[in-house]
């Protein structure tokens, strides 16, 4: 029998039927809010834990502690109870409701503040003292090692290595540095394709990083190519991802399928994957499908 643990990754392919304008070129939503956590952030999560746990990183009576938008945060909130290790979660307090009670549920203890920097930023103060350790998702190479170990060839696999594009958000960038190592190996020719918001869009999810905050694990030399976002057009596709697909995803899913939309638009032929981080469920308390 199958642990929680063991249901991280191998989430489906769900192909775009009826919001591909081009007929020459197949998009598929990969559906991470498959994952036990609901969520991509399932598999960073677990190897962040999992190799620091290996590595003797997380001595005994030590707390984690990680600044998250979300998503990061419910997927270490349950594997550090499963693991029985304390943990702190920093998150804005423009955060849903349904994100906070999710982390509580899992047994975490859950701080608010003011915008993701401060959270940041808490988190690194906090990390100086000797009962805590901050995982730090936006260095920590065993972010992006999980995207490369398991989306990357999943990816490659489910599509009978025909791949041609793939399109993911910049958040801490774990997703799309993995990932992109792993199938520029397979196939340099695979284009990779970053989403960011335009100036003063507000995407959870999608970042667009002052320079001091950029993640460290970013390299960009492995996205090829950026599409610029607005907060307008992700939440219209994500909407439309609903109600013409049935694909209940998040608002970062929303970005990313408007960027394969319109690269699909450019193409002669390909095949187009990008990431459906999460699932809708976690933003009912917020306008996002008023």
């Not at 939503?29 to 952030?41: D, M, T």
């Not at 003292?129 to 901050?134: A, S, T």
């Not at 997703?175 to 792993?182: A, D, K, Q, V």
Request: glycine share 8%; with cysteine; charged share 25%.
């Amino acid at each position: 029998m199958a642990s929680i643990l063991d249901l991280i990754g191998n989430t489906p392919l769900a192909e775009i039927q009826h919001l591909n304008p081009n007929p020459k070129v197949k998009i598929y939503a990969k559906l991470e809010g498959n994952n036990p956590g609901g969520s991509v952030k399932d598999r960073p999560a677990y190897n962040m834990i999992k190799s620091a746990i290996e590595r003797g990183d997380i001595k005994p009576g030590m707390k984690l502690i990680e600044a998250t938008s979300g998503n990061t945060g419910i997927a270490l909130a349950m594997i550090a109870g499963l693991y029985g290790i304390e943990i702190e979660l920093i998150m804005p307090s423009n955060s849903t409701k349904e994100r906070v009670t999710t982390m509580e549920a899992y047994g975490a203890k859950v701080i608010l503040l003011e915008g993701i920097e401060a959270c940041r930023d808490y988190a690194d103060e906090m990390s100086q003292k000797e009962d805590y350790l901050q995982l730090n998702q936006f260095a920590n190479p065993d972010n992006f090692l999980a995207h490369y170990k398991t989306t990357g060839p999943e990816i490659w696999r489910d599509t009978d290595q025909k791949i041609t594009h793939f399109v993911a958000s910049m958040g801490t960038t774990g997703t799309i540095m993995g990932t992109s190592m792993f199938l520029k190996e397979q196939n340099p020719d695979i284009q990779i394709v970053g989403c960011q918001p335009t100036e003063g869009s507000s995407i959870p999810g999608i970042r667009r990083w002052p320079t001091e905050y950029l993640p460290k694990i970013f390299d960009p030399k492995r996205v090829d190519r950026v599409f610029d976002i607005s907060q307008e057009e992700s939440t219209k596709y994500v909407r439309l991802l609903a109600k013409k697909e049935a694909i209940f995803g998040g608002m970062s899913s929303g970005g990313q399928a408007a960027a394969a939309i319109k690269l699909a638009q450019e193409l002669e032929s390909g095949v187009i994957v990008f990431i459906c981080c999460d699932r809708g469920d976690r933003y009912l308390s917020s306008d996002l499908f008023g």
